[in-house]
């Protein structure tokens, strides 16, 4: 049977299968993305992830989330520790490119810390979240600086569709999206015919990008692990 209009139930710790695409149902506070790491056996050459911004930000997605599930637990989070976590799979990785959306505010500091974890800063542009006054920041890490076209005030999903427009990007064949939410990642890795892996907290978030790229492909979920 194809995917269609296959719909699934996610709990917490799933990890999921459509094609070569891996979706892993996980919290990074308890460094969960080794668990889908694991089970990569390609080079990932790209990421691109738009995580949360701020410690408030973390504790806000962790709130949804319980109101989603009722599973996942709200609590304070300490940012720089949240990133510590990230800037540890970016190194072990090694990314040709790492594509960050960031808010204004926090960008530069995601610089200087992912400096030394991350391919060399290549570069900032600002762009728009959804409507033009919440402006936000897209960052390459990488060794190639040369763009084409500017993408200073593009919005929502145009500004992920530029970055993998890219010479880098298009080098790139595996895509990693750390917090994958509703699957922006999973569809340009999809329209641009890239495997894509992803990781997000989130239950329900992910349940509609698995269900979207199994709608697309026809192929059905297949779990791979409780
Ligand atoms: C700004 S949203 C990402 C939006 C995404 N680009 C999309 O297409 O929906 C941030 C995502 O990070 C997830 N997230 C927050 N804390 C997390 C954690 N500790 N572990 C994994 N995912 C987390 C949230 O649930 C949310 O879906």
Redesign the pocket.
Known sequence: MGGGNTIIRIKQGQLWQVGDDLYLC?????Q?LNILLDHITEPIDMIY?????NAG??RY??T??HRHTGEIETHD?NFNW?WDILRGHIKTIQPRVCWI?MSVQEHTNVIEYLEGYAPPYAGKWTVCYGSPKRPNILLRFSSEKHISNDPTGLSGESV?EWAFNQSDSLQSQNVL???????????FAYKFDKTCYG????PT?LEK?IEWISKKTGLKPELLKE
Request: charged share 25%.
């Open positions: 996980g919290d990074h506070e308890n969960d992830s738009d995580p949360p911004w930000n973390c997605w962790r949804i989330a989070v949240f959306e992920t999206d750390f917090c994958i939410g509703l699957g922006m990642t999973s569809r990781m997000e907290l989130n978030r990008t």
